[in-house]
């Protein structure tokens, strides 16, 4: 339950009329209304576009765009220890206003999400600070050093919706295999980073021309595709769910098309800066373009579209890493990597919608639909009975990001005074305003 959920429940019924109905999961795209009762969608359709239940607490939606919520698989929120950099509030708060309805809190934290009591504690400050749902992504190994495997039966039942090594992947093929061999028992999803530490060692950007020319130590895209292929035999060798965090070249996500192909229980998600920046954005040496996985060539960021809009990558993630100025603003090789991305991931995913490089429903099944069905989550649809996680956005209102304006504590932003087209105008968790745009115009 989050804050905005123990408000006082609606006495009536909510209606949202004049939309676009706009379901990933059905393929649903028309004219059309919604009624809420009870914190789940009651009815939808074409009938509901003009009329409201008798009673009903009327939204008009102005046609714009409603669709469900986003659910986002790879956020870092900074509780705790890391609260300076961002909050449960305020990372909620970003949540919201960029229309995700769901986030899921990644396990590098302070102290690391390792332990039943610091997965009973996020999910006691969610309640009492959110405002948007909260699930926290335990950690596959003690302190994420790789070493001895976490309680996966105890964390799951304690609330842990899948399982992550965070932003270091698991070194040992030996503790890989036998993580996945006990998650499959438990039905667990494991979420790995995809990148051989030893081979990527000191790059700081993608290994190429860029590098070379940038006098910047390179980081091959290799490392990326020699983790995902053992990672792939060790799916074979054990049968257990596995998804990979973030894919980032083309060679990675030749090998994930091939494992799904032959028919194994592999996903993978892609983070909304690879879909819509690349090397070359890193110019006269822009630490806010440090990231990890880094900015890879033109060549695959266009086969990371390619690659979404064929089916082949099942999830898009704004990659949410809050920093304060004091690691980033630093020579680029010293500087920290990271980007916040929770209000901007909507609007700046997009951009391939406007280029007409992938239809709206696919695009909204990437952000909402797949990362419910693979977390196993209540959202992610329109049809009755579904919990009323909603967003209603205008995919065609101009806008140019100011990092002051963003919710987030930290304001390093790839996109600051980027000029973007679409904003969300409404988020509903559970039945409930947890954003609308008007209020912050009027601010």
Request: glycine share 8%; proline share 5%; with cysteine.
């Amino acid at each position: 339950m989050t804050a905005a959920e123990q408000s006082p429940r609606p006495t009536r019924a909510t209606a949202l009329i004049n939309a676009r109905l706009i379901d990933p999961a059905s393929g649903r795209d028309e004219p059309g209304g919604l009624l809420i009762e009870d914190d789940v969608i009651a009815d939808l359709g074409p009938h509901l576009r003009r009329n409201a239940a008798e009673g009903a607490e009327v939204i008009d939606c102005g046609g714009h765009v409603l669709a469900p919520g986003l659910i986002d698989m790879n956020v870092f929120a900074g509780e705790p220890g890391f609260e300076h950099r961002e909050t449960l509030a305020t990372a909620s708060r970003a949540a919201a206003a960029g229309g995700v309805t769901t986030m899921i809190c990644m396990p590098q934290t302070d102290p690391v999400i390792d332990d039943v009591a610091i997965v009973d504690f996020l999910e006691r400050r969610a309640r009492d600070t959110a405002v948007v749902r909260v699930h926290p992504m335990a950690a596959m190994t003690k302190g994420l050093k790789g070493k001895e495997m976490t309680e996966i039966g105890l964390l799951k039942a304690a609330g842990a919706v899948a399982f992550s090594n965070g932003n270091a992947s698991v070194a040992s093929a030996q503790i890989m295999r036998r993580f996945l061999q006990y998650a499959k028992d438990f039905e667990a999803l494991t979420v790995h980073h995809i990148e051989d530490s030893k081979l990527a060692n000191g790059g700081v950007m993608n290994e190429g021309e860029v590098s070379t020319r940038l006098g910047l130590a390179g980081n091959p895209a290799a490392a990326e595709v020699i983790m995902v292929e053992r990672d792939i035999r060790l799916v074979e060798l054990t049968g257990g769910r596995y998804h990979a965090a973030q894919v980032s070249c083309a060679a990675a996500l030749d090998v994930i098309r091939d494992a799904k192909a032959r028919g194994l229980p592999v996903t993978c998600g892609v983070s909304i800066n690879h879909l819509t920046l690349n090397e070359n954005d890193i110019g006269p040496y822009r630490t806010f373009f440090k990231m990890r996985p880094p900015l890879r060539r033109e060549e695959d960021r266009a086969a990371m579209v390619a690659g979404l809009a064929a089916g082949d990558i099942d999830v898009i993630v704004s990659a949410h890493n809050p920093k304060d100025a004091d690691v980033k603003r630093r020579p680029f090789a010293a500087a920290a990597d990271g980007a916040v991305g929770l209000e901007t991931l909507l609007p700046t995913a997009l951009r391939l919608y406007h280029n007409d490089l992938i239809d709206l429903p696919s695009l909204l099944r990437a952000l909402s639909t797949n990362p419910a069905d693979l977390l196993r989550l209540p959202g992610g649809r329109l049809e009755k009975g579904a919990v009323a996680d909603l967003i209603v956005f205008d995919p065609n209102t101009p806008w140019v990001v100011d990092a002051d304006l963003l919710h987030s504590k930290s304001k390093n932003t790839p996109f600051e005074e980027s000029r973007l087209q679409g904003r969300v105008l409404r988020t509903l968790v559970a039945g409930r305003d947890a954003y609308t745009y008007a209020e912050v115009k009027a601010a």
